[in-house]
């Protein structure tokens, strides 16, 4: 009946120019289960012949971003504060049939971290507290907490804890200010965590580590930002590097790109309440996770025969060249380290040139320290505001040094601004400077250099892939990494009408634009596009898993085209696969982007009476009016599975998290939760580092920390795919939960795959069959069977 009803609907997606999949989908699992327990066990009088999970316990550990793109010398400026994020889920896995359960402080357990090898960051690896800067605004930088560590942060505040918690009748003079009331320690995130290691946080159901900011609505104060989603334990914002105790020899100054091991691998352990570790199957409950960090490429531009270098010679400013000639007058100053100090006096002084700014006027090219003199290190987010710091006026309250003014976005100020400038096309016409911009670094040091093929441009920022594809480059945050980008990547791919057009049309073709024999995936611009952000806009979902309610993403593409690019095919393809050329819609994503509706406004005459985005009346009133951020980084503005995906492979329900997401829409991936409350990156690992992540053996492959991480949750000990139901489970010889026996489910894996999508927060406490009479095995194997690929 299904194979029937398929092939009719194929012929009428056929008259549309729609695509269904006829796939005969293998209901076996991918893998196989010699890594897991055999046992036989009763239930009900009968005896179950079926695999107990590997282990008691399972943890699973991620930072919330792929890759956080940072600097790690900060004495000339900031672009975004060192912030990396220890994220864990533990888990009491399930024998002989029962349930799995998520580990919370009522176990009377706790989570000890560590990153291995890294157990500090001031120092040889950093610049961060030892940079002065005025904190509290006297026009001196000799007082008590007078640096950039505490400066950075101090326009987000408390009132009395972590919680959210703001006493009856408290003002603004009860604030405490982060970095002025409450000192960021050293080698210590803003929470207080340490990079030297300590018990995470426990987030309950409501989520945690929740701090105060302003917006660029004076009326609208005191905004609460929940930075940690819901069931996670967390250990908040470290000032993490890329790189290890073992390796780092000598001062800051010796630092070379072969330093770098941007894939750091952040340890969890289970403890008792005394502090004692578990011990599970003979060894500690311990559990190893990806903790990416590393910086963005600038110097390469701008300094010695980089092109902003060329430039800024060619605009009679010298001040670059004497920065890189005085560091090189040390004998242990790397050739890395020179270029990275002439490329912070390069940006400055282009700055200053073109924006009439004043950051090098007390600059001195022969001081050994402070040699930004009384204006101190520049802070990007004091004009241009920025999400990602919880930065949203603008310009920033409190900023010292030289005069501030409204400018735009930084996302925008930056990312526009390059691609005009360097829109470096490939043989595709994709621009290769996402990747060659973005981190480009190697786990393995070797590979860090210019002797590395695959690396995406040379050591002056030249694109090395100008008429090949950007896609077979590799290093860095994505390239060559993450499952979208993984020639490997094998079905289900469980795609919506968008997401097939992309594997037809971009991911199966080359430079050419002609038909590979593997996959080459898809490119950072085919997911931050104005396609992504226009399904967003659309939403007005009643129910994220089903897509009940309003909504372009369970349509035809015919219905997708039209609502989105006005029926017009090649407008469309040119916004979901942007060219560097022509119309440049690669650089019109960040200078023609539209802000989205935040709320709507039903006051009258100038009044603020403020309610949610889809309200029936009202005006609207867009993020860029409350966020000097805009809704940048917001759910608003990103990418998200449900894109691509069809439901229920898609995001949670926002709104808990308010304004970083929205109620009746998508939430964003970081912040979602499936069945049983797992984090989405719990079972999938974080955006850019997605499993089943490239694989080149040992010593070639970009990030062989994610494919080792992988494999501690692998049934076979080769599967390095996202996580398996087997991993928590007592499971069949098919690899699906035990519980599901006596269902059409117990003999198809990748349908009971289907149903623990559907499944959401509160489903697991369902009988088995409520549960398949709400999500029926016949509509799990419809979508498996439509959306293959």
Not at 76 to 87: A, G, R
Not at 645 to 653: G, K, R
Request: glycine content about 8%; some cysteine.
């Amino acid at each position: 009946m299904v194979r029937k009803m398929l092939k009719v609907s194929a012929a009428v997606a056929l008259l549309f120019g729609a695509t269904v999949s006829l796939n005969a989908y293998d209901k076996n699992p991918p893998f196989k289960l010699t890594k897991l327990q055999p046992v036989m066990y009763k239930s009900d009088g009968t005896t179950i012949k079926a695999y107990n999970p590997a282990t008691d316990y399972r943890i699973f550990v991620n930072y919330e971003l792929g890759m956080h793109c940072v600097g790690f010398e900060m004495s000339y400026c900031c672009v975004i504060p060192p912030y990396n994020s220890i994220q864990s889920q533990a888990v009491r896995t399930g024998k002989e049939g029962s349930l799995p359960s998520l580990i919370t402080p009522n176990d009377n357990k706790k989570l000890y971290y560590y990153t291995k090898d890294n157990s500090y960051s001031e120092g040889n690896k950093m610049k961060y507290w030892s940079v002065m800067k005025d904190v509290d605004g006297d026009g001196r930088m000799d007082g008590a907490g007078d640096n950039v560590a505490n400066y950075v942060w101090k326009h987000l505040f408390i009132y009395k804890d972590l919680e959210g918690t703001k006493p009856a009748g408290a003002t603004a003079k009860d604030r405490l200010y982060v970095g002025k009331d409450i000192k960021v320690k050293v080698d210590a995130g803003p929470t207080g965590k340490s990079v030297a290691g300590g018990y995470l946080d426990y987030a309950g159901k409501d989520g945690g580590n929740i701090v105060f900011t302003d917006t660029l609505v004076p009326a609208v104060t005191d905004i609460q930002l929940k930075l940690t989603a819901s069931h996670l334990w967390d250990a908040l914002g470290l000032p993490l590097t890329a790189f290890n105790d073992s390796t780092r020899r000598g001062s800051i100054r010796s630092i070379t790109e072969r330093d770098f091991q941007p894939f750091q691998k952040s340890t969890v352990q289970l403890h008792d309440q005394n502090g004692r570790p578990i011990m599970d199957h003979g060894q500690i409950a311990e559990y190893f996770g990806t903790n990416p960090v590393d910086i963005p490429n600038c110097y390469a531009c701008h300094s010695r025969e980089g092109k902003a270098a060329k430039m800024a010679r060619e605009e009679g400013l010298k001040s670059s060249d004497q920065e890189y000639s005085y560091w090189k007058t040390y004998p242990d100053e790397s050739e890395y380290m020179a270029r990275l100090s002439e490329a912070s006096i390069n940006i400055l002084s282009l700055h200053d040139k073109h924006h009439g700014t004043t950051f090098l006027s007390h600059y001195d090219p022969t001081a050994s320290s402070n040699r930004l003199g009384q204006t101190g290190e520049i802070n990007c987010a004091d004009c241009h505001g920025d999400n990602v710091s919880g930065n949203l006026q603008e310009p920033r309250p409190g900023a010292t040094g030289y005069k501030t003014v409204k400018a735009k976005t930084l996302t925008e100020a930056i990312h526009g601004f390059h691609l005009g400038i360097v829109p470096m096309p490939d043989g595709a016409d994709r621009s290769q400077s996402c990747q060659s911009c973005h981190p480009t670094h190697f786990q393995d040091p070797s590979m860090n250099d210019d002797t590395n093929p695959l690396r995406v441009s040379d050591r002056y920022g030249e694109g090395r892939f100008n008429d090949k594809d950007i896609r077979t480059s590799g290093g860095g945050c994505y390239v060559r990494r993450d499952a979208h980008s993984n020639p490997e990547a094998k079905p289900p791919f469980f795609l919506n009408e968008v997401g097939k057009y992309l594997l037809a049309n971009v991911s199966t073709k080359d430079e050419k634009g002609k038909n590979t024999k593997e996959l080459r995936g898809l490119y950072c611009t085919n997911c931050h596009t104005k396609i992504a952000q226009g399904l967003q806009k659309a939403d007005d979902l009643k129910d994220a898993a089903t897509h009940e309610g309003k909504t372009l993403r369970n349509k035809s593409l015919k219905e997708i085209v039209k609502e989105l690019a006005g029926g017009d095919m090649k407008k469309f393809n040119a916004l979901i696969d942007p060219k560097t050329t022509g119309d440049n819609e690669v650089q019109k994503y960040y200078t023609d982007h539209e802000s989205a509706v935040l709320v709507k406004n039903v006051g009258k005459d100038g009044a603020l009476d403020l309610k949610p985005w889809n309200h029936p009346t009202g005006g609207d009133v867009p993020y860029a009016a409350a966020s000097g951020g805009n809704d940048w980084w917001l759910s608003a503005a990103e990418p998200h599975c449900a894109d691509c995906h069809a439901a229920p492979f898609v995001e949670s329900m926002g709104g808990q998290y308010f304004p970083i997401d929205q109620n009746n829409k998508h939430s964003l991936y970081r912040y979602s939760k499936g069945h049983g409350d797992i984090a989405c990156q719990s079972c999938h690992e974080s955006t850019h580092g997605l499993y089943s992540t490239r694989y080149d053996g040992k010593d070639r492959t970009v990030d062989i920390t994610t494919h080792e991480q992988a494999l501690q949750y692998s049934p076979d000990g080769e599967y390095t795919g996202p996580v398996t139901c087997a991993a928590c489970h007592t499971v069949n010889e098919k690899g699906v939960p035990v519980q599901l026996k006596g269902t059409a489910y117990e003999n198809d894996y990748w349908a009971s795959v289907t149903l623990a999508h559907f499944m959401r927060s509160g489903d697991q406490k369902m009988g088995v069959k409520q549960l398949v009479d709400k999500f029926p095995y016949k509509k799990s194997a419809h979508i498996v069977e439509t959306t293959w690929k």
